[in-house]
């Protein structure tokens, strides 16, 4: 049974349809695809391998495989795919350079502006962050939480005046060089 298993295998292997399927793969990707359709199919039980031959569906099994290989839960997405994918060559424009250096810079000046608030409100704003919720808040602290309410949107209000007047002092700074 074995033997005739492994000899429908290496002929769905050879197959013109197999093949027009793998190709659909990243070029890269396609021979250590096919290596993992093989080895699957060479450890799935030969009954079923003949039995799903002679009821012609072997090939439906075959890209079955295939697809949940390729999905991204899929063993072989993880093994292949994910570290080919992560040496893809990525251009990164100077818009998007300038846009992220701006946004680090806006992220720099609201964690100083943490630390210039008062502690309640610093720590507040922090709980905040861990917990995501004024609910989760108010559990943890057992404070109302209209008055986490209000205490976060007071500091974060505080924070954004903090930054505007950082940015204006910036902005005096440069047209004073």
Request: proline residues 2%; glycine residues 2%.
């Given at each position: ?31 250590d695809l096919k290596a993992e359709l093989a080895l699957a ?118 924070i954004a005046n903090c930054i505007n007047i950082m940015s ?10």
């Amino acid at each position: 049974m074995r033997d005739e298993a492994n000899a429908i295998i290496v002929k769905l292997m050879q197959s013109t349809e197999l093949d027009n399927c793998i190709k659909k793969v990243d070029p890269h990707l396609q021979d250590d695809l096919k290596a993992e359709l093989a080895l699957a199919l060479l450890e799935t039980d030969p009954e079923k391998i003949v039995l799903l031959f002679n009821r012609d569906s072997l090939r439906f099994y075959a890209v079955r495989i295939i697809i949940n290989m390729t999905s991204a839960t899929g063993p072989f997405y993880k093994r292949y795919r994910i570290a080919h994918d992560e040496f893809k060559d990525v251009s990164i424009k100077d818009e998007d350079l300038t846009e992220r250096i701006e946004k680090e810079a806006k992220e720099d000046k609201a964690l100083k502006s943490i630390n210039c608030l008062e502690w309640y409100n610093g720590e507040m704003i922090q709980l905040y962050q861990q917990e995501g919720t004024y609910r989760n808040m108010e559990k943890r602290t057992r404070i109302p939480l209209t008055t986490c309410q209000n205490v976060v949107k007071g500091s974060l209000d505080l924070i954004a005046n903090c930054i505007n007047i950082m940015s204006e002092i910036e902005i005096d700074e440069h047209r004073a060089v």
